[in-house]
């Protein structure tokens, strides 16, 4: 079954989210995604608060940037949350927007090595080994978590846009995610490219399947795609084909199954910045759309 997700952006401030997230919880949503964009909420203090205030939503981040982060404080600060949460918590990684991370002094010269580094790490630290690296930047030395998470390793899932990040997800990650500038086709290549990742380092079928979650630019009432376009072209996207959708829930559950078909497992409506009405546009999702999604 499709999972239907909605975004709670951090334009919004902290405080709005916990009306949100109960709202997510009261109304059926399967997931409630949150990001860690500089410079605004923190994706793990967010994300706890989300699931305490929460039943059964689950909640995903997406993403945390790992030039911000030591290895072991994401594996520390993920294991918790499996375990308070179990089942719940989504976390998934990335190397992060690269002038961001050059605002902070964080930037490094390889990016995507440096995500390669902290994926493998981040797993096996997870799975309840102990770890000793010495890599260009991950370096660990004798180091295992005295609280991993219960039962099969908990999934790690990475963000990537282009062919190289795309094959290294599927390398090195339990998982895919997407971002709103990604059509059908995009989904199907990036598909394609994840798969030949997991072929490049033998993980075959026994590996298990291998998620992918896109997010979709998402607009409902009455001036629906006009805030649609506005976006697109914010973002510089306009051009792409069949990108984001406009209109009621039936339009939007036929955009949801388009991408579904191309390969996603997860759907996340992602609302135009600048969306009237937060708590609306999260009840739209789940009681209008997610109704219409097989």
């Given at each position: ?5 909605a ?8 405080e709005?989210?916990r009306?949100?997230?109960?709202l997510?919880d009261d ?6 995604w949150?990001?860690e964009?500089?410079?605004?909420e ?7 608060a989300?699931?305490?205030w ?16 030591n ?16 089942g ?13 991370m050059?605002?902070?002094g964080?930037?490094?010269e ?24 010495d890599?260009r930047?991950?370096?660990l030395d ?7 998470p219960d ?7 990475a ?15 339990d998982?895919?995610?997407l971002?709103?500038?990604t059509?059908a ?10 798969e030949?990742g997991?072929a ?20 409902t009432g ?7 376009h ?8 306009e051009s ?26 997860s759907v996340v ?6 969306e009237?009405?937060?708590?609306g546009?999260v009840?739209f999702a ?6 219409l999604?097989?």
């Amino acid at each position: 079954m499709t999972r239907l997700g909605a975004v709670f952006r951090p334009q919004l401030a902290p405080e709005r989210l916990r009306s949100v997230a109960r709202l997510a919880d009261d109304a059926g949503l399967d997931e409630l995604w949150l990001w860690e964009d500089c410079f605004r909420e923190g994706g793990i203090s967010t994300a706890a608060a989300a699931l305490a205030w929460t039943e059964r939503v689950r909640v995903g981040v997406g993403l945390l940037p790992v030039p911000l982060r030591n290895v072991a404080i994401t594996a520390m600060e993920a294991a918790s949350l499996h375990r308070m949460f179990p089942g719940r918590a989504i976390l998934g990684v990335g190397h992060g927007v690269q002038d961001w991370m050059g605002q902070v002094g964080a930037r490094v010269e390889s990016p995507v090595t440096l995500l390669r580094e902290h994926l493998l790490a981040l797993r096996a630290l997870l799975a309840g080994e102990r770890v000793t690296v010495d890599g260009r930047y991950v370096k660990l030395d004798d180091v295992a978590l005295d609280w991993p998470p219960d039962g099969p390793p908990s999934g790690v899932l990475a963000g990537a846009t282009g062919p190289r990040s795309l094959r290294l997800t599927g390398e090195a990650a339990d998982g895919t995610i997407l971002t709103a500038s990604t059509n059908a086709e995009g989904v199907r290549k990036a598909r394609q490219l994840v798969e030949e990742g997991r072929a490049a380092a033998g993980r075959g079928a026994g590996a298990g399947h291998h998620p992918v979650v896109v997010y979709l630019l998402t607009a409902t009432g009455p001036d629906a795609a006009a805030r649609l376009h506005a976006e697109l072209v914010a973002e510089g996207v306009e051009s792409v084909p069949d990108l984001g959708v406009a209109g009621d829930a039936g339009a939007v559950a036929k955009a949801v199954e388009r991408l579904v078909e191309a390969g996603a497992d997860s759907v996340v409506l992602q609302p135009t910045a600048d969306e009237p009405d937060p708590e609306g546009f999260v009840r739209f999702a789940a009681e209008e759309v997610r109704p219409l999604v097989p």
